[in-house]
Nanobody, 117 residues
Framework: QVQLVESGGDLVQPGGSLRLSCAAS????????MGWYRQAHGKQRGLVAS???????QYGDSVEGRFTISRDNAKNTIYLQMNSLKPEDTTVYYC???????????WGQGTQVTVSS
């Protein structure tokens, strides 16, 4: 059974930082591109950041330079370091595992990030 378990979401003031974690089980972790997505109210789920098993990264335009994605293949875990947080970063963040060759996608349940004073 595949599980992606996110943690680290919290309430933080504007300008603050958070680190999200996503622990994966039930998949061959190194075979998957891992990523973070978010879905604001009334909008489609969009890419925040993704990382290949080799460490190549991609970021959404609104977070580049503020957020950093990383992965620990030994722990089957990815992280999202979020700095300089803004109120517009407030939403639920979802962990994703994507297998490029077979086109399989898995999602976590999401973790809430709220940026407010």
């Amino acid at each position: 059974q595949v599980q992606l378990v996110e943690s680290g979401g919290d309430l933080v003031q504007p300008g603050g930082s958070l680190r999200l974690s996503c622990a994966a089980s039930g998949i061959i972790f190194s075979s998957y591109v891992m990523g973070w997505y978010r879905q604001a109210h009334g909008k489609q789920r969009g890419l925040v950041a993704s990382i290949t098993s080799g460490g190549s990264t991609q970021y959404g335009d609104s977070v580049e330079g503020r957020f950093t994605i990383s992965r620990d293949n030994a722990k089957n875990t990815i992280y999202l370091q979020m700095n300089s947080l803004k109120p517009e970063d407030t939403t639920v963040y979802y962990c994703n595992a994507h297998h490029r060759l077979i086109g399989r996608n898995y999602w976590g349940q999401g973790t809430q990030v709220t940026v407010s004073s």
